[in-house]
Every structure is written in structure tokens, then in C-alpha cells.
């Protein structure tokens, strides 16, 4: 199902490698320019402020292209209404067809298939809305399903973040659907699921072959942590169960299950920060920090119990006080979690091991000079090294 020749994607994969060998000071920069010349890859853009303004200049050319289609078709057309009902699956095609043709011609997150690729998806959105007249659930499921098979068809990560979400609203919607005993243990259906996801995309992390799939695993796996903590956290809680369920907490009531909640917001970001250490788990480390401080936030939404300038000093001195003995206790450390500088940037003999395994790879041939021998010679006039008919 992937438009992209899989040979151009595996390409890409060994040119991200070389470009990290390079900055990791493996491999110099002529030997980075040499794997990228003779590897074909795509035409992309890993400069995120280039790729913005090829965003833009591609929504620009987008909406041009909609717009002569909406003026033909309002000029051309008897009855307006029946345009503006089908005038959005027009523009989803228009959004589809042109990330086909830049995908045809090797256009990877370059930033033009972006604005096209999410484009066909909003207006995916846009038509179901108003075909079924604002129905959330159907609007939910399509808009899951288009940006499912961008994924799958561009491998467009943008567009799994959207399924991501989309996905999230269908459970959501889904259980509104089914009355007001499912949408009372709505939390807890949010919280099996989404535990039960970040298993399974870990299981798929840990057996994955296809090197251009790992980014997107890697998202939904991190996005399901995500969700599994708001699931449940208090704040989030009590003030979707006041708009969405209409509950009226009165002063000094609480919500029903308060005290599990309240122990779920401040013992998962902690078991988030322990299984990060134990698995040096960047990513689950940063999610631990976001899921620390917006605990941390939503007990003070509900209980102030100093004042917010007393509150951020004290904070601050608990946050420097943890990171100076931190980084007293592991300096001297060599392995495991350490405060040293990376030794892989400063190893000689694995620089020139991955020098000679590159070389070996791709064909690089090293100039080689000789060392320089201790005799001198003469010029050599005649038959003899250094011999010019003169002693």
C-alpha cells in the first residue's frame, strides 16, 4: 500500500544513520556527501523552518486550486446548495490527487505533500460534518479512517497523529452513544484501552523489521502513555464529568471514585519516571516530567495552599536542590546513568573502526600516507638512489 519505492525508504534510513554517525564525529563530512551521493533518496526537507514555508507555499497553491474549483462550480452550477454539499469530497480529491503526484515524484516531508496530505483530511472532516449535519461519532470514524490510510499510503506521521486523535473521539463519542452508565466509566474503559494499545505497540517496537515504520509505532506507542495518564487524572476527571455529564459538585462534595483518582495522578507519573531510568527511556522521561508538573497543577487548580509566587520559589529551590545532589551522585559514574559526556564522541579506536566499516561499505578509499623515512636521498642524477656522480 505504500506509494514510496521501499528501496528509496530503506535509503533514507541509512542516510539518517550516516548523518547521526557525522554528528557523532564517526565519519567526516565528505564521507556523509559520499553515502548521500551514492544512495538515491528523496526530495526532503529535515530543516523544520524550510519545511514550514514549503507548508505554506503548498497550502497557498492548495487553496488556489480549491478556490478556481468553488468559483467554476458556483458559476457554472443551478442550484448552489447541491455544490456546497459536495464542494468538500471535491477538495478531499484535489488534496488526495496532489499528494499522489508529489509523492510519484519522490516528495517525502518535504512540506508541499504536508499541506495537501492533511488538507485532503480536513476536508474529509469538513464533508462528513456536513453531510450528516455535525454528527461527532461518523465525523470521528471518517476523519480515523482518511488519516489512517494517508499514513499508510505516504507514511505521514502528522496524519497518525490525527488518527491518534480521531481514534480517542470514537472511543469517546462511542461510549456516549451506549448512555449514561458507560459514560460514567468512561475513564476506565480510556484507561484499559489505552494501557492495552501501549502493550501491543511496544510488543510491535520490540519485533519491528521495517525500519520505516519504527517513527510512527514509536508515536502511537508514546501517545497511548500520554492518554493512559490523562485518562484518569483528577483534574481531567471532575471537569469533563461537569461539561460533557452535566454533573453539579456541590461545595465540599467530590466526585465518586476521588480518592483512586487522586492517587492515580501522582502515582503514575512517578512509575513513568522509575520504569524511564530503569529502561533509559527518553521519551517516557520527558512524558514523566510533563505528567509531574501538570499533577503538581492540578492540585493547586483546587487547593491553594500557597500563594503562587511562594509557591514557584519553593519549586524551584526543590528543582535545583534535586538536580545539584543528582549531579553530585552520578558524575563519577561510568555506566548506566552517569552526568559524563557521551565517550562514544570521543572514542579514536570506534571513530576509526566505523571509518575503515564505512570505507569497507561504500567504496571510500582513505588516502594513505607513508610515513616519512629517516635517510635522505639525493636527486638521483644517474643509475643510483641519491647518486649524481659525487660522493
Not at 82 to 101: D, P, Q
Not at 299 to 316: D, H, K, N, Q, W
Not at 349 to 356: D, F, G, V
Request: net charge neutral; proline share 3%.
Amino acid at each position: 500500500m505504500i506509494v514510496y519505492d521501499k528501496n528509496l525508504l530503506d535509503n533514507l534510513a541509512l542516510v539518517e544513520e550516516a548523518n547521526s554517525l557525522e554528528s557523532a564525529g564517526f565519519i567526516n563530512k565528505e564521507q556523509r556527501n559520499l553515502i548521500k551521493k551514492e544512495l538515491p533518496a528523496f526530495k526532503r526537507q529535515s530543516n523544520i523552518l524550510v519545511r514550514i514555508g514549503f507548508f505554506l507555499l503548498g497550502a497557498f497553491l492548495y487553496l488556489s486550486i480549491c478556490g478556481v474549483i468553488a468559483l467554476l462550480g458556483l458559476t457554472g452550477s443551478n442550484s448552489e446548495h447541491t455544490f456546497l454539499n459536495i464542494c468538500c469530497y471535491i477538495f478531499a480529491a484535489v488534496g488526495f490527487a496532489g499528494a499522489e503526484i508529489l509523492a510519484n515524484n519522490k516528495y517525502y516531508s518535504h512540506g508541499l505533500d504536508d499541506a495537501f496530505i492533511l488538507g485532503a483530511i480536513l476536508n474529509i472532516g469538513f464533508a462528513i460534518a456536513i453531510t450528516t449535519e455535525g454528527y461527532e461519532l461518523q465525523i470521528a470514524i471518517f476523519t480515523a479512517i482518511a488519516s489512517f490510510v494517508m499514513y499508510r499510503r505516504y507514511l505521514h506521521l502528522l496524519s497518525l497523529l490525527v488518527f491518534c486523535l480521531a481514534a480517542s473521539a470514537v472511543l469517546f463519542y462511542g461510549m456516549f452513544e451506549l448512555g449514561e452508565i458507560a459514560k460514567s466509566f468512561l475513564p476506565f474503559v480510556v484507561m484499559l484501552v489505552s494501557a492495552g494499545f501501549y502493550f501491543f505497540t511496544k510488543r510491535i517496537l520490540n519485533t519491528l523489521k521495517q525500519s520505516y515504520y519504527y517513527n510512527g509505532v514509536l508515536l502511537t506507542n508514546s501517545f497511548c502513555l500520554i492518554l493512559f495518564y490523562l485518562s484518569c487524572n483528577y483534574f481531567v476527571v471532575r471537569e469533563l464529568s461537569v461539561q460533557l455529564l452535566g454533573n453539579e459538585i456541590l461545595p465540599g462534595a467530590d466526585i465518586p471514585f476521588a480518592i483512586f483518582f487522586y492517587a492515580f495522578t501522582f502515582i503514575v507519573p512517578v512509575v513513568y519516571l522509575v520504569q524511564a531510568l530503569k529502561t533509559k527511556d527518553r521519551i517516557m522521561l520527558w512524558i514523566s516530567f510533563l505528567a509531574i508538573g501538570f499533577s503538581i497543577y492540578t492540585i493547586r487548580f483546587y487547593y491553594s495552599v500557597l500563594p503562587i509566587e511562594v509557591a514557584l520559589t519553593l519549586g524551584g529551590l526543590v528543582l535545583f536542590t534535586i538536580a545539584y545532589f543528582s549531579i553530585k551522585k552520578l558524575k563519577d559514574n561510568e555506566a548506566g546513568l552517569t552526568f559524563k559526556p557521551d565517550r562514544i564522541n570521543n572514542s579514536n579506536a570506534i571513530l576509526n573502526a566505523e571509518a575503515l566499516i564505512v570505507a569497507s561499505t561504500f567504496g571510500i578509499k582513505p588516502e594513505v600516507k607513508a610515513p616519512i623515512s629517516p635517510m635522505e636521498y639525493g636527486g638521483g642524477g644517474f643509475s643510483g638512489g641519491g647518486s649524481e656522480g659525487t660522493f
